[in-house]
């Protein structure tokens, strides 16, 4: 457990003076291009809470994006990370190797998708792990195409920007973006034309038939997507639409990326969210929750595919960074020893229940998604009009920030509020949080 008590404290307004005098320190020295959620600056982090440099205690929906899932600063990770950068902090995997590379492949083999033989490479970033993936793909089929879907992210380097969907502010005024990239249609159930009922088939339709007509199947190196869309909005396809997508890829020659940066390692109340509709990729992407908040990415996939590229063909003087392996280690055994999948099932029951009580009341609420301690509000104008309501979005956000709790947004419309909370807080604290949460969107949906 944490040292830090579990609860929150208010002791200035948030932010607070330090944190004020910090921020400007930023403006002045940080590019206007690097954002910020909330300009609290932080001292100290343990389970779900965050201290604040005024000694406010911020309960944390957030994870830092989906990373601290074991928890901030979870002990075996700090052991593990302590006891590493003690040893030595790099040697460069490609040029002197290490045994802790060897432990965290050897557990993405294991605990990915599927009983085949695998290989894994591991890289520094979600975005880095996305391009590589892209390129063992071309490497292995000798073909160029890649198709990624709507509400689409994968990151903001060139090649993944291109992959991502959405504009602002990803990729406002920084092409070209990298050719060879085509766009499908999400099955999105929400906003499904015909309906949901229809979505999964006819979205499965569309998906094949843009393909053939647009792009022709023999070109396509692989399709990615998310198994549950992250920053587009936690779009959950219909179900089926992800084993639809990737027999047809294995029929077609095209190898299926499972994009699982977001949803991997127990954040979906699974080690992955593909295990969930029994969807084995050919290649599947980690990063965030891999490593307890330390930078840490991996590819991982079949043997053949992974073994096809020739040697020196993948790398990077970080990837593998010993001590971030070492931190993976540390969060891959708090999550067996404390069945962090079964505890985001837990999560996922807490919140449902609070959800659904409050989207009675409210028709702003069109749409309650996700799975596991990954879970969103779909905010909309309300009785029968389901226009995004980002407005209402951005004020329940900022309500919830100024009450102390660290909350986020997402979705292509910026209308979708969502809950990552670290899988290691207690019923007691994430109670709290969701109290406050009802109070906020109460007010601020005015009822
Ligand atoms: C965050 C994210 C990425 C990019 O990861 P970075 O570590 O920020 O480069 C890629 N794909 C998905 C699904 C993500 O959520």
């Known amino acids: ?13 948030i932010p607070g003076p330090r944190s004020k005098a910090l921020h400007e320190r930023k403006v002045a020295s940080v590019s206007a291009g690097v954002g910020v959620g909330l300009p609290v600056y932080v001292e100290r982090a343990g389970g779900g809470i965050i201290v604040d440099v005024d000694g406010n205690q911020l309960i944390d929906f957030g994870s830092g994006i989906a990373v601290t899932t074991v ?9 593990r990370v302590r006891e590493q950068v003690q040893d030595f902090t790099h040697t460069c995997f490609m040029v002197t190797p290490y045994a802790e590379y060897l432990d965290v492949a050897e557990s993405l083999n294991e605990l990915t998708p599927g009983t085949h033989e695998k290989r894994s490479a591991l890289f520094n970033s979600g975005a880095e792990a996305v391009e590589n993936a892209v390129k063992v793909a071309r490497h292995f089929t000798g073909r160029q195409a890649v198709v990624a879907f709507d509400h689409a992210y994968h990151g903001r380097t060139n090649l993944t920007m ?6 602002m502010p990803y990729k406002h005024k920084f092409g070209p973006f990298a050719g060879e990239i085509y766009r499908a249609p999400m099955s999105y159930p929400y906003r499904w034309p015909g309906g949901p009922a229809d979505c999964a088939k006819e979205s499965f339709d569309v998906f094949t038939s843009m393909v053939h007509a647009q792009v ?11 198994p549950i869309q992250g920053e587009g909005g936690f779009i959950v396809p219909a179900p089926g639409f992800l084993k639809q997508v990737n027999e047809w890829c294995t029929a077609n020659g095209i190898l299926p990326i499972a994009d699982e940066v977001q949803t991997g390692f127990c954040r979906t109340g699974d080690w992955f969210a593909c295990d969930y509709e029994d969807v084995v990729p050919d290649l599947i992407t980690t990063a965030k929750g891999m490593a307890g908040g330390l930078p840490l990415a991996g590819v991982t996939g079949r043997a053949d595919v992974m073994d096809a590229v020739h040697g020196s063909g993948l790398g990077g003087t970080y990837g593998g960074n010993p001590v ?3 931190a993976a280690i540390g969060a891959i055994e708090t999550m067996k020893a404390e069945d962090l999948c079964g505890r985001a099932k837990q999560i996922e029951t807490l919140f449902m229940g609070r959800l659904h009580t409050l989207a009675e009341k409210f028709p702003q609420i069109g749409d309650i998604r996700g799975r596991g301690a990954m879970l969103a509000i779909e905010l909309v104008t309300g009785a029968g009009d389901i226009t995004p309501n980002s407005a209402l979005t951005a004020a329940v956000n ?5 009450q102390g709790l660290v909350t986020l947004t997402c ?15 207690s019923d ?20």
């Not at 292509?412 to 909370?421: D, I």
Request: proline share 4%; glycine share 8%.
């Open 71 to 79: 928890g901030n600063a979870a002990p075996r990770v700090v052991e």
């Open 428 to 447: 007691d604290l994430l109670s709290e949080g969701l109290d406050i949460f009802e109070t906020e969107f109460t007010r601020a949906a005015g009822a």
């Open 216 to 226: 022709g199947e023999d070109n396509v190196a692989a399709v990615i997507i998310e």
């Open 398 to 402: 900022k309500a919830c920030h100024a």
């Open 162 to 167: 291109g992959l991502t969907a959405k504009n």
């Open 324 to 326: 971030a392996c070492a």
């Open 1 to 13: 457990m944490s040292s830090i008590e579990q609860k929150r404290v208010l002791t200035t307004e």
């Open 411 to 425: 979705g292509t419309y910026g209308n979708v509020f969502r809950f990552l909370p670290p899988l290691a807080a």
